[in-house]
């Protein structure tokens, strides 16, 4: 972990402590665990549209994805993307079902780290949506629309946001408020360790004289919180 992380790890964890000492609220907490190899043979088998009928190929499919990902729910949809992309796994419209290249993908170099694969994809994309991304980055997990067009130039920012949604890069939250979160936050990371990592703290107050300056007052009560931890970051 870098140590910005460390501090929201740690943050988070003193939050979860004081509602857990609540004793009028009850705290559940559900760990999240890799998937089994049943549940990989159900989301292959969603993802082809076969449901639960297997072939022996899909079969050994399955077992390969599961192989390279270790059952990653997250990591398996990044890796179904990619194999997509690079046209490894095609749909055959003649035959109506999707095929794939099997040795092809046996010998495919794949990361072992998911944040290495989504950035090999992030790398990929136009320089000014990786502009626009590594700016989100900046503000957080979670923008919005405003806050981002405050520090990020440009035309048609939420046709970006909505195409990079489709994508699966960004979350939509609140479609009325244009609220965006980043779909993993693996993702966030990624982008973040995208910006000059040297001048890190320059750039967050950048970005919070920037903010400062172009709200009017009552904007900036409202947002006070945002713009002071772009000043402490």
Same mark, same amino acid.
């Given at each position: 972990?870098?140590?910005?992380?460390?501090?929201?790890?740690?943050?988070?964890?003193?939050?979860?402590?004081?509602?857990?000492?609540?004793?009028?609220?009850?705290?559940?907490?559900?760990?999240?665990?890799?998937?089994?190899?049943?549940?990989?043979?159900?989301?292959?088998?969603?993802?082809?549209?076969?449901?639960?009928?297997?072939?022996?190929?899909?079969?050994?499919?399955?077992? !390969?994805?599961?192989?390279?990902?270790? +059952?990653?729910? =997250?990591?398996? &949809?990044?890796?179904? %993307?990619?194999?997509?992309?690079? *046209?490894?796994?095609?749909?055959?419209?003649?035959?109506?079902?999707?095929?794939?290249?099997?040795?092809?993908?046996?010998?495919?170099?794949?990361?072992?780290?998911?944040?290495?694969?989504?950035?090999?994809?992030?790398?990929?994309?136009?320089?000014?949506?990786?502009?626009? !991304?590594?700016?989100?980055?900046?503000? +957080?997990?979670? =923008?919005?629309? &405003?806050?981002?067009? %405050?520090?990020?130039?440009?035309? *048609?920012?939420?046709?970006?946001?909505?195409?990079?949604?489709?994508?699966?890069?960004?979350?939509?939250?609140?479609?009325?408020?244009?609220?965006?979160?980043?779909?993993?936050?693996?993702?966030?990371?990624?982008?973040?360790?995208?910006?000059?990592?040297?001048?890190?703290?320059?750039?967050?107050?950048?970005?919070?004289?920037?903010?400062?300056?172009?709200?009017?007052?009552?904007?900036?009560?409202?947002?006070?919180?945002?713009?002071?931890?772009?000043?402490?970051?």
């Amino acid at each position: 972990r870098n140590d910005k992380e460390s501090e929201e790890k740690h943050v988070l964890m003193e939050v979860l402590t004081t509602i857990q000492d609540c004793k009028s609220v009850h705290v559940q907490t559900i760990e999240m665990k890799n998937m089994t190899k049943h549940d990989m043979a159900k989301l292959v088998g969603d993802s082809l549209g076969t449901g639960t009928v297997s072939t022996i190929d899909q079969s050994m499919l399955t077992d !390969l994805i599961y192989q390279k990902t270790n +059952g990653n729910a =997250f990591f398996v &949809k990044q890796f179904l %993307l990619s194999l997509f992309e690079e *046209n490894l796994l095609s749909f055959d419209s003649n035959d109506f079902r999707w095929k794939w290249d099997m040795e092809k993908i046996k010998t495919k170099n794949v990361s072992t780290n998911v944040a290495e694969l989504i950035i090999d994809k992030i790398v990929k994309l136009p320089s000014h949506v990786k502009d626009t !991304l590594k700016m989100a980055s900046m503000i +957080g997990y979670q =923008f919005d629309l &405003k806050t981002l067009q %405050l520090i990020q130039n440009g035309s *048609n920012l939420s046709n970006m946001m909505i195409h990079l949604a489709k994508e699966g890069m960004i979350t939509v939250v609140n479609h009325e408020e244009m609220k965006f979160s980043f779909a993993h936050d693996l993702i966030q990371q990624a982008v973040y360790s995208m910006n000059d990592t040297r001048n890190i703290s320059a750039l967050h107050l950048e970005v919070g004289r920037m903010m400062k300056s172009r709200l009017d007052e009552m904007e900036c009560d409202r947002m006070i919180f945002v713009i002071v931890n772009q000043f402490n970051s």
